[in-house]
């Protein structure tokens, strides 16, 4: 399984998905895919964790890190794929008053037309 950041483009939005850790090793191919999306003018981004098992603290310093380049933007940003810790931990740093959470890749894309 790749250790990078993958992106992807469907219309508006676009997607990174992280791999199974993310952490500091993940930062640079993590912006270098966000400023591609970036590049390709998404108006929304969504952070798929399907394959991701662990963040630590630096893996979540860069999730905010991302999450406030997104937002001042102006893009709206979903997640999906976190474990019920995750989502507790996303809370408590306020990262779910930026994001919106949703289930999955399908409940995102369905997003889009709202």
Known sequence: MA?????????????LDFPRDVTAQT?????????????EKVELLSLN???SDYLNS????????????ATQAGRKVFAYGLSSHYKK??????LTERIILVDNEEEARAKIAE
Do not use: P, W
């Open 3 to 15: 250790k990078e950041v993958q992106h992807r483009k469907e219309g508006r939005m676009g997607f």
């Open 49 to 51: 964790f399907d394959n």
């Open 58 to 69: 630096a893996g979540i310093g860069l999730i905010i890190s991302l999450v406030e380049d």
């Open 27 to 39: 930062r640079e191919t993590a912006y270098t895919a966000y400023n591609a999306l970036a590049a």
């Open 89 to 94: 931990l996303f809370s408590m740093v306020g």
